[in-house]
T-cell receptor, first 113, second 114 residues
Framework: DADVTQTPRNRITKTGKRIMLECSQT?????MYWYRQDPGLGLRLIYY???????NKGEISDGYSVSRQAQAKFSLSLESAIPNQTALYFC????????????FGDGTRLSIL | GDSVTQMEGPVTLSEEAFLTINCTYT??????LFWYVQYPGEGLQLLLKATKADDKGSNKGFEATYRKETTSFHLEKGSVQVSDSAVYFCALSDQGSGYSTLTFGKGTMLLVSP
C-alpha cells in the first residue's frame, strides 16, 4: 500500500460545485502539504500544516480551504470550483528539520467544466 | 524571496548519452537542495539531495554537487536510459523558513530515445 494516498485519483465536475480532495498517510509524519501542478509552472504550495492545530497558507491559497482531521488526514476543499482550478493536485508529507524530503502521493487530476 | 531556475525542456537524448540539467537558486539563508523525478501518471519521488556546500548527492547513477559559490545544483548522469524519461524538478528548502516548505523550479522534461 502507498504511504501517501490521495482520493479520488480523477474527478470531473462543474463550475460552482463544492469539491473535497482527501489525503491520508501511514508515514507518521506531522507535516502535510497541498500543491497544485500546472504545465510550465511547476508545483505551487496551496496550504500546509505542521500538526492538527497548525494550518498555514501557502503561495496560492485563495479559493481553497483545508482541514486537518487527524495527524494522518489532510483534506483540501474548493468551496465553489471555477475552471482555472483545473490542475493536478498533490499531497505531501515530511518530518521537520534540515534536509528532510517531502513524500508525495500520486496526485488527483481535477477538471472543472 | 527564494527561487529556483531550471533549464527549459524538453531535453531530448539518445540512449547512453550524457545528461546535464542545469539548476540555479536564490535563497536568503543556507538551503537544502533536492532533485525530484516525476514519471508519467505518478507523484514526485526524491532522487537525491545535499544539505551543505560541496556535498554531492547521488542515486541511480545521477549526481549533483551543491555549489555555493555559483548557487547551483546541476543534475548529471553519465549514460541515460529510456527508463529515465521523466520530468525532473530542482527544489530548495531554506533555513530562513525553518526548512518548512519547498520552493520548486518549473521542471525539465527529459525524453530518451532508443
Amino acid at each position: 500500500d502507498a504511504d501517501v494516498t490521495q482520493t479520488p485519483r480523477n474527478r470531473i465536475t462543474k463550475t460552482g460545485k463544492r469539491i473535497m480532495l482527501e489525503c491520508s498517510q501511514t508515514k507518521g509524519h506531522d507535516r502535510m502539504y497541498w500543491y497544485r501542478q500546472d504545465p510550465g509552472l511547476g508545483l505551487r504550495l496551496i496550504y500546509y500544516s505542521f500538526d492538527v492545530k497548525d494550518i498555514n497558507k501557502g503561495e496560492i491559497s485563495d479559493g481553497y480551504s483545508v482541514s486537518r482531521q487527524a495527524q494522518a488526514k489532510f483534506s483540501l476543499s474548493l468551496e465553489s470550483a471555477i475552471p482555472n482550478q483545473t490542475a493536478l493536485y498533490f499531497c505531501a508529507t515530511s518530518d521537520p528539520g534540515e534536509g528532510q524530503p517531502q513524500h508525495f502521493g500520486d496526485g488527483t487530476r481535477l477538471s472543472i467544466l | 524571496g527564494d527561487s529556483v531556475t531550471q533549464m527549459e525542456g524538453p531535453v531530448t537524448l539518445s540512449e547512453e548519452a550524457f545528461l546535464t540539467i542545469n539548476c540555479t537558486y536564490t535563497a536568503t539563508g543556507y538551503p537544502s537542495l533536492f532533485w525530484y523525478v516525476q514519471y508519467p501518471g505518478e507523484g514526485l519521488q526524491l532522487l537525491l539531495k545535499a544539505t551543505k556546500a560541496d556535498d554531492k548527492g547521488s542515486n541511480k547513477g545521477f549526481e549533483a554537487t551543491y555549489r555555493k559559490e555559483t548557487t547551483s545544483f546541476h543534475l548529471e548522469k553519465g549514460s541515460v536510459q529510456v527508463s529515465d524519461s521523466a520530468v525532473y524538478f530542482c527544489a530548495l528548502s531554506d533555513q530562513g523558513s525553518g526548512y518548512s516548505t519547498l520552493t520548486f523550479g518549473k521542471g525539465t522534461m527529459l525524453l530518451v530515445s532508443p
